[in-house]
């Protein structure tokens, strides 16, 4: 059976943009940084974004007040509950929904926060909440080959013939290829491949490369 996996953060849709708008939000007339060079000085996986924002401020030389952590966070909370796919990645769970492709999802993070997000996501027309597996929900995480092992299991799925696609190297794309599985890099932020690291089958950058790719494999 041929299956694809998919990460949620910055995968199924960008991260950078509720991290920015709540940044306009709440930055803009005080600081004249811009948003997004903030979202790229704070990038840091795997870290609450109350940190990822101290950190981006710091290395611009400003220290924020907590008060404007805090009011940071709230206004982060609620751009959160406006994510989308866009329309790249709803063409690309739709071809797969079309050929008959198990899709399915392995995420990182707290339950409650990422099953939101797959709420918000409407993921549900593509992907049933059955096929959705949270690290915070299992007590392991990516890149851990065993939540990789936990989805072959669950999913009945040949390693031969699945494809995980993430965008950080460091959970995803070595997490899938020591599991044994195949991998495509949807790498956003053009980020280098780590020295001495196996590469993944496919690197793209963005949504159109990575239906071109999916198009090109599976479309007979």
Not at 19 to 29: L, Y
Not at 137 to 152: H, N, Q, S, T, Y
Request: a negative charge; one cysteine or more.
């Amino acid at each position: 059976m041929l299956a694809i996996l998919f990460d949620v953060d910055d995968t199924l849709y960008d991260v950078s943009i509720p991290f920015c708008s709540a940044c306009e939000k709440v930055f803009k007339e005080r600081y004249s940084i811009p948003s997004m060079d903030l979202f790229l000085a704070g990038r840091i996986h795997d870290i609450p974004v109350i940190e990822r924002i101290r950190k981006a401020f710091r290395k611009f030389g400003i220290q924020i007040t907590e008060s404007e952590v805090m009011e940071f966070h709230e206004v982060y909370r609620i751009e959160q509950t406006k994510i989308t796919l866009t329309e790249g990645m709803k063409n690309i769970l739709e071809f797969c929904r079309q050929k008959g492709i198990f899709t399915g999802v392995i995420t990182n993070g707290f339950s409650r926060a990422q099953w939101n997000k797959v709420k918000n996501l409407h993921l549900e027309a593509w992907i049933p909440d059955s096929r959705i597996i949270v690290s915070g929900d299992e007590g392991v995480r990516k890149p851990d080959p065993g939540i990789f092992k936990l989805a072959e299991q669950r999913f009945g799925l040949d390693r031969k013939d699945t494809w995980f696609i993430g965008d950080t190297y460091a959970t995803d794309i070595s997490g899938a290829i020591n599991a044994g599985w195949n991998s495509i890099w949807l790498n956003r932020r053009q980020d280098i491949l780590p020295d001495g690291k196996v590469s993944p089958d496919y690197t793209v950058s963005d949504e159109k490369g990575l239906f071109n790719i999916l198009h090109s494999k599976w479309s007979d």
